[in-house]
C-alpha cells in the first residue's frame, strides 16, 4: 500500500510536466513555423521590388541615353533654344549622378525632367523640317515606346512596395519585419499634369 501511495504522485507529477513541456514546445513551433514563414514572404516581397525597381532603373537609363540624341538633332534645326537645351542636359546629368535610387526626391526629378522633355518636343512644333527629319522621327518613336515602358514598370513596381510596406505596416507582420534590415521604396506616383495630359510624341508630331 505504501509503495503504490508514494508511486502515484510521482508519476501524476512526472505526466502533468511532459504535458506542459509538449503543450510549451507546441507553441513554440508554431511561433517559430509563422516566423519562418513570415519572414520568407516578407525577403520575397522585399526581391520582388527590387527586381520591379529594376524593370523602371532599366527603362530610366535608356531615357538618359536617349536623351542627348534628341537634343543634338533639335540643335541642329533650333540651335538658339538654348535654355531647353541647357535644362533637359543638367536635369539629365543630375539624375545620372544620384544615388538615391528609389527616393522620393529621385522620382520627383524624374517626372520634372519628363515634363521639361514636353518642353524639347513642342520646340519641333515650329520647325516642319525637324517634323520631317527621319532622326526626329525614329528618335520620337523610342521616346513614346520608353514612356509606355515607364508606365506599364511603375504600375509594376508601386505594386511590389504596396505589398512590402503593408507587411511591414499590419499586425503581426510588423514585428517580424521591425527585426529585419529593409529598404524604405517610396512610390513612383506620376505627377498630376501627367496624369490629366499624357504625353504620346507620336501623336503629337503625326498631326
Do not use: C
Not at 507553441?27 to 524593370?55: D, M, P
Not at 532603373?57 to 537634343?71: A, W
Not at 519628363?114 to 512644333?125: I, R
Not at 511590389?160 to 521604396?185: D, R
Amino acid at each position: 500500500m505504501t509503495g503504490t501511495t508514494l508511486e502515484t504522485p510521482v508519476f501524476g507529477i512526472l505526466g502533468e510536466t511532459t504535458n506542459t513541456l509538449l503543450w510549451l514546445g507546441g507553441i513554440a513551433l508554431i511561433i517559430g513555423l509563422y516566423f519562418i514563414v513570415t519572414y520568407n514572404s516578407i525577403i520575397n516581397a522585399k526581391n520582388s521590388t527590387g527586381e520591379a525597381f529594376s524593370a523602371i532603373d532599366t527603362v530610366l537609363q535608356n531615357r538618359y541615353n536617349l536623351i542627348p540624341n534628341l537634343v543634338e538633332v533639335v540643335k541642329k534645326y533650333a540651335a538658339h533654344e538654348v535654355a531647353v537645351f541647357d535644362k533637359v542636359s543638367e536635369m539629365r546629368a543630375a539624375l545620372l549622378s544620384n544615388t538615391d535610387k528609389w527616393s522620393s526626391e529621385r522620382f520627383s526629378k524624374e517626372n520634372e525632367l519628363q515634363s521639361t522633355m514636353k518642353s524639347l518636343f513642342a520646340v519641333a512644333e515650329n520647325y516642319p523640317d525637324l517634323k520631317a527629319s527621319t532622326n526626329f522621327l525614329e528618335l520620337q518613336t523610342q521616346w513614346a515606346e520608353l514612356e509606355d515602358r515607364l508606365q506599364w514598370a511603375r504600375r509594376a513596381y508601386n505594386s511590389a512596395v504596396k505589398m512590402l510596406n503593408n507587411k511591414k505596416e499590419m499586425f503581426p507582420s510588423n514585428m517580424v519585419a521591425k527585426m529585419m534590415t529593409l529598404p524604405e521604396y517610396a512610390m513612383f506616383e506620376a505627377e498630376e499634369a501627367a496624369r490629366v495630359e499624357k504625353m504620346d510624341a507620336k501623336a503629337m508630331f503625326n498631326a
